[in-house]
């Protein structure tokens, strides 16, 4: 039976990382509160088919991680002269607010960790995806509250429940907007799978995965 894996990282070891596993039915099968990069990378079965992860995964082309040095020295400059990625780029048009990884980026710590997860996945052998939960909640539900509301993530977690198995339910536990948004990130991976998400961006710069419009699910 395939697995589909998620984080939703945090800047700090020192501070917990969601991280979510599904099985093929869909079900919730693990979901836990990670601390340290090892902790998250041992949370995953290597028989995973992939691993979404809820962090630029790469950087504008002509910008490298010297760049993300709390007072970089480098000269590195994008090549081209707008915003971020292709990616953002795309997920702008298509409707989406986005976050431009850039080298006066205010939250370096995040983009750091982000881009340190992806390699040591793949050193570990693992496959990892760029997601976008924020899109998955638009394309697969609309507008919802706010995920920082307990509203939002009631609602949020109730409507998770019609497409997931074994997501408990509000009432008895009322997830984290970051647990849910590792679960939303899993079921990215479980759709991509199935050929029922859409690439943002320019291959060779990075892409992001997102569930494709119009999906009738459920």
């Given at each position: 039976m395939s697995l589909y894996g998620a984080i939703d990282p945090t800047a700090s070891e020192k501070r917990w990382s969601a991280c979510a596993l599904l099985n093929e039915e869909p079900s919730l099968q693990d979901l836990s509160r990670c601390y340290g990069d090892k902790e998250i990378i041992d949370f995953f079965p290597k028989t995973v088919w992939a691993v979404g992860l809820d962090a630029p995964c790469s950087l504008p082309l002509g910008l490298?991680?010297?760049c993300l040095q709390d007072n970089p020295t480098c000269t590195c400059q994008p090549l081209h002269p707008w915003k971020g990625r292709a990616c953002e780029r795309d997920l702008v048009k298509a409707g989406f607010r986005v976050f431009y990884?850039?080298?006066?980026?205010?939250c370096k710590g995040w983009l750091r960790r982000g881009l340190r997860l992806k390699k040591k996945l793949e050193e570990?052998?693992?496959?990892?995806?760029e997601i976008y939960p924020h899109a998955a909640r638009?394309?697969?539900f609309g507008s919802f509250p706010p995920k920082?509301?307990?509203?939002?993530?009631?609602?949020?977690?109730n409507?998770?429940?019609h497409l997931i198995n074994a997501i408990p339910s509000p009432t008895n536990q009322l997830l984290s907007h970051h647990e849910l948004d590792a679960i939303f990130g899993a079921y990215t991976v479980y759709l991509h799978r199935r050929g029922l998400t859409e690439d943002m961006g320019d291959p060779e710069e990075g892409v992001v995965v997102i569930p494709r419009g119009g999906l009738k699910l459920g």
């Open positions: 490298n991680t010297c990884p850039s080298r006066n980026i205010f570990a052998g693992f496959t990892v995806l638009k394309r697969l920082s509301t307990r509203q939002g993530r009631r609602s949020l977690q409507s998770l429940r």
